[in-house]
Nanobody
């Protein structure tokens, strides 16, 4: 069992940047693959990005490639999402997720955070 808590969301103008953070507790952080998802009102939850145990393997949704970067610090038990060139269509609640399997964390992760709101204005 692992608990996840996101932070760093807020309101930004289009073209701006934000860094989201996810703090893990209650488990061995380095045993988990980590991911970020997002969900806008009236839309399905959408995969954003994932990172493997070691950080050597990453995956990004086409919609965020070149703009978002996922990273992790196993010593601090943290995962980050650096977002640049934000667009209004990036507006959503962003969720941190964890699983021991890299594929599973991209489609049906076992553990989820509470979410943090990101709003991008024109």
């Amino acid at each position: 069992q692992v608990q996840l808590a996101e932070s760093g969301g807020g309101l930004v103008q289009a073209g701006g940047s934000l860094r989201l953070s996810c703090a893990a507790s209650g488990g061995i952080f380095s045993s988990y693959c980590m991911a970020w998802f997002r969900q806008a009102p009236g839309k399905e939850r959408e995969f954003v990005t994932a990172i493997s145990w070691s950080g050597s393997n990453t995956r990004y949704a086409d919609s965020v490639k070149g703009r978002f970067t996922i990273s992790r610090d196993n010593a601090k038990k943290m995962v980050y999402l650096q977002m640049h060139s934000l667009k209004p269509e990036d507006t959503a609640v962003y969720y941190c997720a964890a699983d021991t399997d890299f594929y599973k964390v991209t489609v049906a992760a076992s553990y989820w955070g509470q979410g943090t709101q990101v709003t991008v204005s024109s």
